[in-house]
């Protein structure tokens, strides 16, 4: 099936509650796991009625998703970070919505709230699922809904974190971020300006390179489709690159290493041009760089600083608050889109952090 | 040219100084870049005077050289840690010699002393780079020279601050250790023993394992000639792995990153498997192990550590003297033989820390 059996009217306002058992929850669950790039198949379109919330529980109307590359590899059987998805599970994804129903004092009815809601309209979670679902009540007066996504969601955090503990950027050192334009590198390349870094990015396009330079205020931005990679950071970086914040992996990452100064940091968060690869992943040829130039590479999963969050948001919300930072968020509608919606991903072709907007 | 035109009698005794005029110096010099394994016909033999020292220099006698996995990087084009032997110069290597005529008080005719001789028979340096050639006094008493190019020489030097200050063995934690029987590898298993760490050594072959096992006291050693290395982990690491110290590269650093821990550190020291690679150095393609485990892997050269060498060369001293710790070298004798001697380093055959010996 490759779509929903039936589409049911949302609610998309809400003076009074709604009566539950009169929502139909569209969800989407992972049908197949996907060799190389995901298709519509891999999908199954699935309507069931609203669960009440338990004792302690809440239901939660999903407003937005964020679509995220490390969807990618939630779709993959095998030890990683976190279980893969099951079979026939709804697909996990983060998201921002609204408490429908609560019989939870922290939660109630119109409180707008943050987690792992899954790509579905409505997200039903138990009193003792809260915790598991990473469910917080968020603040609109410090961030749009798509900025809490965004800069102050899970890509803010990754940028943060990554940046600031593993790379540990002194100012006047060069950070290099690719996926620049992505919801992670916009963070990244603005808070290394902020720290007061040398800031060169790397992304696909006129567009989005100019986007980085003139509304971000990266010093450069090297455009991979343009032209050699290695050039442009010889040009961008003439005093080598001191860390080098890893996105995309690939061709990119071994371009990068040919040019890292001594002591250099590589943080590794990702490696999206890499995820869709049915052949085995392309590992760094290049990686005795590391060596020569007593370098470190070094991963990051962002769940690790989850006690540190509302610090961090509290710096971020305060760049944004007085223009210091800006964020840019690529929205596209509708529950149903999301498997082409997914795709955008890896071709590059979003702009700006991925948001799935599902409802109001 | 594939050998010396002339060999000189070499003086091997020393009861008077002798005439340096009547000494001929026989160096191997760089004669072409190999591309892959080198052969003879890279080699030059040449025979020269030796020079008198100038003022504050000296003229050492090479008594053994320590041969490397090292020196086959040093014989390509391109920018390194150092730069490269230029074609036509004497060969790098470091090596333990006796001073033979000297204007400089440090460095008495008759005193033992290391530093990077050159693959020749006698080292003529000028006052002004003794400190390039890194030339100390050694004390006979506190190890065998053979031991003063192993565990209190550079390899030692490597294992001990790659270890200790890279890898921060905690005790408890499992090591791994690949070309375990070599001389990087041996310091750094018996001193991770030391530290109360579990140590997992790699070798080729039943009898270096043996050796590591029953001679050092490694706890276990994978025999990487006998089955596949991730089967060897997965029974002797049955905790995962924490530090791999990695001198070899290639398929045995990808078999480990299958088994790391969360935050394991590993060094990257070397990659022996890859240097007579003529086609490009194969990357480690499960290098996204380090984002799923938070891990880091960060390359060591010894010579950031000279300061400290002293105090690395007392603790490991220590441990010598009182039987902690042993050594086992291989040694080799004559100069011509270097060409094929240095070869055995990586096709595997030597067993212990190679040494080419050149003079009594």
């Given at each position: 099936?490759?779509?929903?059996?039936q589409t049911t009217a949302i609610p998309t306002t809400m003076s009074t509650p709604p009566v539950l058992s009169s929502l139909s929850n569209q969800q989407?669950?992972?049908?197949?796991?996907?060799?190389?790039?995901?298709?519509?198949?891999?999908?199954?379109?699935?309507t069931e009625p609203v669960a009440e919330p338990g004792?302690q529980g809440v239901v939660v109307q999903t407003l937005c998703l964020?679509?995220?590359?490390?969807?990618?590899?939630?779709?993959?059987?095998?030890?990683?970070?976190?279980?893969?998805?099951?079979?026939?599970?709804?697909?996990?994804?983060?998201g921002i919505g609204r408490v429908i129903a609560s019989q939870n004092a922290d939660f109630p009815v119109g409180a707008l709230v943050s987690g792992?809601l899954?790509?579905q309209a409505y997200c039903a979670l138990?009193?003792?699922?809260l915790?598991?679902?990473?469910l917080v009540r968020i603040d609109p007066r410090v961030g749009s809904l798509t900025?809490w996504l965004?800069?102050?969601?899970?890509?803010?955090?990754?940028?943060?974190?990554?940046?600031?503990?593993?790379?540990?950027?002194?100012?006047?050192?060069?950070?290099?971020?690719?996926?620049?334009?992505?919801?992670?590198?916009?963070?990244?390349?603005?808070?290394?300006?902020?720290?007061?870094?040398?800031?060169?990015?790397?992304?696909?396009?006129?567009?989005?390179?100019?986007?980085?330079?003139?509304?971000?205020?990266?010093?450069?931005?090297?455009?991979?489709?343009?032209?050699?990679?290695?050039?442009?950071?010889?040009?961008?970086?003439?005093?080598?690159?001191?860390?080098?914040?890893?996105?995309?992996?690939?061709?990119?990452?071994?371009?990068?290493?040919?040019?890292?100064?001594?002591?250099?940091?590589?943080?590794?968060?990702?490696?999206?041009?890499?995820?869709?690869?049915?052949?085995?992943?392309?590992?760094?040829?290049?990686?005795?760089?590391?060596?020569?130039?007593?370098?470190?590479?070094?991963?990051?999963?962002?769940?690790?600083?989850?006690?540190?969050?509302?610090?961090?948001?509290?710096?971020?919300?305060?760049?944004?608050?007085?223009?210091?930072?800006?964020?840019?968020?690529?929205v596209?509608e509708g529950l149903?889109?999301?498997?082409?919606?997914?795709?955008?991903?890896?071709?590059?072709?979003?702009?700006?952090?991925?948001v799935l907007k599902v409802s109001d």
């Amino acid at each position: 099936m490759v779509s929903f059996e039936q589409t049911t009217a949302i609610p998309t306002t809400m003076s009074t509650p709604p009566v539950l058992s009169s929502l139909s929850n569209q969800q989407i669950r992972l049908a197949s796991r996907p060799a190389g790039s995901p298709t519509r198949d891999n999908w199954n379109f699935t309507t069931e009625p609203v669960a009440e919330p338990g004792p302690q529980g809440v239901v939660v109307q999903t407003l937005c998703l964020s679509l995220d590359p490390a969807m990618r590899g939630w779709m993959n059987e095998g030890k990683s970070y976190i279980p893969p998805v099951g079979i026939g599970e709804v697909m996990r994804a983060g998201g921002i919505g609204r408490v429908i129903a609560s019989q939870n004092a922290d939660f109630p009815v119109g409180a707008l709230v943050s987690g792992s809601l899954g790509v579905q309209a409505y997200c039903a979670l138990p009193g003792d699922q809260l915790r598991r679902a990473g469910l917080v009540r968020i603040d609109p007066r410090v961030g749009s809904l798509t900025q809490w996504l965004n800069v102050l969601g899970m890509p803010g955090m990754t940028g943060y974190f990554g940046l600031m503990d593993v790379g540990q950027p002194k100012a006047g050192e060069t950070v290099v971020v690719s996926g620049a334009a992505g919801a992670v590198g916009q963070t990244v390349g603005q808070l290394a300006k902020l720290k007061g870094c040398r800031v060169v990015g790397i992304a696909g396009g006129q567009a989005k390179c100019d986007f980085v330079v003139k509304e971000l205020g990266f010093d450069a931005c090297i455009d991979y489709k343009q032209g050699p990679v290695k050039d442009g950071l010889k040009a961008h970086c003439p005093q080598g690159v001191d860390i080098y914040f890893d996105n995309v992996g690939g061709e990119i990452l071994d371009a990068v290493l040919t040019r890292i100064n001594r002591k250099a940091r590589i943080i590794i968060c990702g490696a999206i041009s890499q995820y869709n690869n049915p052949e085995s992943i392309q590992g760094p040829k290049n990686y005795l760089s590391l060596l020569v130039n007593r370098a470190r590479m070094e991963g990051i999963v962002v769940f690790d600083y989850a006690d540190r969050y509302p610090q961090a948001i509290a710096e971020l919300a305060g760049y944004l608050k007085d223009g210091r930072m800006k964020s840019r968020e690529d929205v596209v509608e509708g529950l149903e889109t999301f498997p082409e919606a997914l795709l955008k991903l890896f071709s590059g072709e979003n702009f700006g952090k991925l948001v799935l907007k599902v409802s109001d």
